[in-house]
Structure formats: C-alpha cells, structure tokens
C-alpha cells in the first residue's frame, strides 16, 4: 500500500479576501447541515448576547483590565453549535464584522498526516485554512468527511491573511481539543495566538462552545503566569 502523502500547505495566496470570508455561508467553513434546519435561540438572547461579544471586539488589554474572551456555556446537545452560528450571524449582520467558523465537534474527528507531532495550534491552523481557502483549491474537500487533512497552513501565512482587518474566530466545542490536563507546552502556542491576533487586539475577537468548562483554565494561565483574563459566559436561553 502507498503510503499516504502528507497534508499541502496552503499560503495566504490560497486564501479568500477578507471581504469574500465575510460571506462565506458557516456550513462551507465546516459547519453541520443538521444543526441549521431550525430557529433556536430567541431573538432577545441573540441580541444582547451579540452585543456584549462585540463590545469587547473593540477593546486592548491595558494595565487596568484584559480582554475578555466569551464562551458559550450548555449541557451536551443542547444546541451550543446553532447558537453560536447564530451569533456568528448577527456579529456580521448588525456589526459588519468578518466572521471564521472553525469546529472540533465530533463530525470533525480527522487528523494531521503528521498528527504525532501535530500541536493544538497545528491543528487550529488546519481548520481555519479549510475555512478561508478558495473554492478552487479545496476542489470539494469538507471537514466533514472523516479521513486525512489534505490541507493545512502556517501561524505565518494566516497572520499575513489577517493584516490589520478584523475578524472575530469563532471555535465550536473548545473542550474537545484543550482542557486541564493538556501540558503547557502544548497549549501554550495555541493561547498565545489567540491571545496576541483575535483577543487582545482591537477589531478582533474570540468566541467559544463549550460544555466543559474547565477547558476554559487554559487560558487563565498561560505561559505559567495569572493573565487576570476572565472570561465572559453566556449560557443558553
């Protein structure tokens, strides 16, 4: 049997404008079909919800106070994923902001070529890869489809895609992939590029699922040091 060939690494020239992500429908970024055949969250909860992510969109850490970081807190099924494709919605809709929607729920259960060596941040930067590529390079893949990552990226080449625009990440289902008991060394590449690009940045954000929350502890931390970093915890309606 051949054996298989490793993942492409795509560069920012791979990648969709900005402007074009922002358009982007959550399901190609790797969203379930199932989870939008409904309403789920009532329109009240949605705004006020949006709101309160948004306004930290816009804030620097400073010596006063850190960024906050939002979660959104439900029991297992409980719909976290259609709410935060939801809020997702309305932070482009009634924000202008540029939304990526990347996933590890279990319909996302694939792994790097290179997965022993692989890192959460690796990882990260595959899914948001799958998400911002251009149709034409992804030639159908999905995340979906549980076999190898064909597709993968560099911290590099999606900072260079970022610039100095906005963009609020949103990651359904944190605690699949990092919690209390992950080793620093390996969450702390991870905390750090969400930290640095999409929380303490102005224009940026970060947005969470999450039925676990001691998954949330790995960014109180990082880098051995209390961040004095709370986050914002929205449970469902």
Known sequence: MAAPSKARVLDADDFLPVEEVR???????????????????????????????????????????RVSPNALIGCSRAGKTRALM??????????????????????????????????????????????????????????????????????????QWLGSNDCVLLIDEVNNFVNSTTPAERTDPFAFFLRDNFISTAGRGWVCTTHVTDALTVFDSIGGNPSGRVFLRHSLP
């Open 86 to 159: 939801e809020i997702g919605h309305e932070l482009r809709q009634k924000y202008n902001r540029p939304v990526v929607y990347v996933s590890f729920n279990d319909a996302t259960t694939y792994q790097l070529e290179e997965a022993a060596s692989s890192s959460p941040l690796d990882s990260l930067l595959a899914r948001i890869a799958y998400a911002i590529a251009k149709p034409e390079v992804l030639a159908g893949e999905r995340l979906h489809d549980k076999r190898k990552l064909r597709f993968t990226t560099t911290e590099d080449a999606v900072l």
């Open 23 to 65: 358009k982007k429908p959550f399901l190609e970024m790797g969203g379930r079909e199932d989870e939008l055949e409904a309403e789920f969250v009532n329109e009240r909860w949605r705004t006020e919800t949006g709101a309160a992510i948004n306004d930290q969109v816009d804030k620097v850490d400073t010596t006063k106070g």
